[in-house]
């Protein structure tokens, strides 16, 4: 098992930034990508950015530009110029990636979720 524990969700202006960060403990053994996912109330989960143990990184297309995603031994998210549209429950995700361009995951593990809010 891995536990993930995400911090540094809160309250921002718009154009404000935040960083987030996500520890993981546990069986980390045979996970080869790291992930950042947010869920807007009434809407799916989706994809904000993931990076491999390469250093391979993908985003979605609404963040490009804006946040960066990073790892040492810790996960994190470098958000940026940040929008009321980012407002979600960020969740880090940890797992083994068999395709980047798929995102189709083997297994993975999920966070508790860190709420961003973005006041315009």
């Known amino acids: 098992q891995v536990r993930l524990v995400e911090s540094g969700g809160g309250l921002v202006q718009a154009g404000g930034s935040l960083r987030l960060s996500c520890a993981a403990s546990?069986?980390?053994?045979?996970?080869?990508?790291m992930g950042w996912y947010r869920q807007a109330p009434g809407k799916q989960r989706e994809l904000v950015a993931v990076?491999?143990?390469?250093g391979r990184t993908k985003y979605a297309d609404s963040v490009k530009g804006r946040f960066t995603i990073s790892r040492d031994n810790t996960l994190y998210l470098q958000m940026n110029s940040l929008k009321p549209e980012d407002t979600a429950v960020y969740y880090c995700?940890?797992?083994?990636?068999?395709?980047?361009?798929?995102?189709?995951?083997?297994?993975?593990?999920w966070g508790q979720g860190t709420q961003v809010t973005v006041s315009s």
């Open positions: 546990g069986s980390v053994l045979g996970i080869n990508a």
């Open positions: 995700n940890a797992g083994r990636l068999l395709d980047l361009g798929t995102m189709q995951f083997d297994y993975a593990y």
């Open positions: 990076i491999t143990s390469g």
